[in-house]
């Protein structure tokens, strides 16, 4: 018989968790963020033209406002390869994941030759009972970027969702669990 989950636990053990920060392999550049903005269509001048940017009260390139670049440029890149959990590993009954929102607060903006960096922490974790699973569990996860001067840039906030194929609910109620 499975071992019963006890959601209070697991939020007494995982609110609050927060991983070391971890430096991105490189500093910003302005050729990743010259191919993101012809790949999504984004001219804007700020972003794309060093002679433009310069003359602006930024003095050069910065990155556009997207959570997705500045993790990008957070993180330790494709190659080589190397784990990075987006956030500490929170049990739950399901292994199946869908990340339903992020939000991303900004505080600054990236400049190119900035080197950012990331902490991961828990923000909230829960269980609220969805179509397929009674058991459900979600978990709010923040990742905070700071530049190299410790500064927070952004902070993206994510929720996820952690539930069991029909499956496994229904081998549960046949042990007798929700």
Known sequence: MAQKFDIEEVRKRFIGMETPPAKGRYPVEHDPIRR???????????????????????????CPPSGWLALYFASLGPWPPAFEPLVPVVPAPGKRI??????????????????????????????KPIGIDPEAVWVVSELVVT????????????????????????????????
């Open 147 to 178: 530049n190299q001067r410790d500064e927070v840039v952004c902070i993206i906030r994510n929720t996820h969702l952690f539930h069991r194929t029909p499956e496994e609910v229904a081998a549960a109620q046949q042990e007798g669990q929700p």
């Open 98 to 127: 869908i990340n339903l929102s992020q939000e991303v607060e900004w505080f600054d903006v990236i400049r190119v030759g900035d080197h950012l960096s990331v902490r991961r922490r828990i923000v909230d974790v829960y269980q």
């Open 36 to 62: 993101h903005c012809q790949m999504v269509e984004d001219t804007n001048p700020l972003f794309l033209d060093p002679e433009y940017a310069r003359r602006t009260r930024w003095g050069g390139v910065i």
